[in-house]
């Protein structure tokens, strides 16, 4: 079973916080976050890791192939948002070679290209 593991972006503090939901409110990241809730952009980890052993969370911005995405809960998956395309795609065949390189809060530019 997969740990449940969430981020937070905090857009006016430029602030990223990470905690499990298995310790949401005895940590202390976790219990400022929720209370202060409407302040924060939520990201759930996928349970998948990247070539180099990286978690890998909703709406971080990988290189699949040379080519920059970002992953996105599609339906009833993660899949692989890429700029071009209307429709992402799965990532099962692209898990091999996905590596994280930032994600849509901290590095808005990588999905400028």
Do not use: H
């Not at 202390?28 to 809730?37: D, M, P, S």
Request: hydrophobic share 40%; aromatic share 14%.
């Amino acid at each position: 079973m997969r740990e449940i593991k969430f981020r937070a972006w905090n857009e006016n503090k430029k602030q990223m916080l990470e905690f499990s939901i298995d310790n949401l409110f005895n940590d202390r990241y976790g219990t400022f976050v929720l209370e202060n809730r409407g302040e924060w952009v939520f990201m759930q980890y996928t349970g998948l890791k990247d070539k180099n052993g990286v978690e890998v969370y909703d709406r971080d911005a990988l290189l699949v192939n040379g080519e920059i995405c970002y992953i996105v809960w599609a339906d009833t998956e993660w899949a692989l948002k890429f700029q071009c395309e209307e429709t992402p795609q799965s990532i099962i065949p692209n898990l091999i070679t996905i590596e994280v390189i930032g994600n849509i809060y901290q590095n808005p530019e990588l999905l400028e290209k």
